[in-house]
């Protein structure tokens, strides 16, 4: 299995084989053993080195944990998403992922970003009014909002475009 693991801005090359417990990273080589301990801590064994994983996070490609007590945020990225890249191709969700779109008919009630302001994945954005019920739409990815395309007060149909985000990295 190959992956890219891209952190601090630095992207690195990983590959696992699991029938024989052997990486390669960035063309040196060793053994390496996952191992669950006590209290949802993993321990992972690179070669006569342990080390503790604890307190793991996952937001779609991007793990965050803490690694002998030192705090790591990775993105990841499998076969499958370099092997699109290669190909020119991206997701659905990548071409569409700083775009908020309306979920369902309804009245933009409440926009609670301006453009500039940075937002964090699901930090709450609007308010839509949709069958007598208000609703609240939340920010698709984290980044900094580059357009709002409505109004309060506008009625939109379901798929249109409410606002944008520019995602960090």
């Known amino acids: 299995m190959k992956f890219e693991a891209q952190t601090d801005g630095e992207s690195r090359t990983l590959e696992l084989d699991p029938e024989t417990n052997r990486y390669t990273l960035e063309g040196e080589s060793g053994e390496y053993r996952f191992s669950r301990g006590a209290g949802g801590r993993r321990l992972l064994r690179l070669g006569t080195k342990l080390h503790v994983i604890d307190n793991i996070e996952y937001d779609q490609r991007t793990v965050q944990f803490t690694i002998d007590g030192e705090w790591c945020s990775v993105e990841v990225r499998d076969e499958q998403d370099l092997l699109l890249d290669e190909m020119g191709f991206k997701t659905a969700a990548e071409l569409s992922e700083g775009e908020l779109n309306a979920p369902m008919p309804g009245k933009i009630l409440q926009i609670l970003v301006e453009e500039g ?53």
């Open 117 to 169: 302001d940075e937002v964090e994945l699901g930090d709450p954005v609007a308010i839509l009014e949709a069958m007598k019920m208000e609703n609240e739409l939340k920010a698709p990815t984290g980044g900094v909002v580059t357009a709002i395309a409505v109004a309060e007060g506008d009625s939109v149909e379901k798929n249109v475009l409410i606002l944008e985000i520019e995602a960090r990295g």
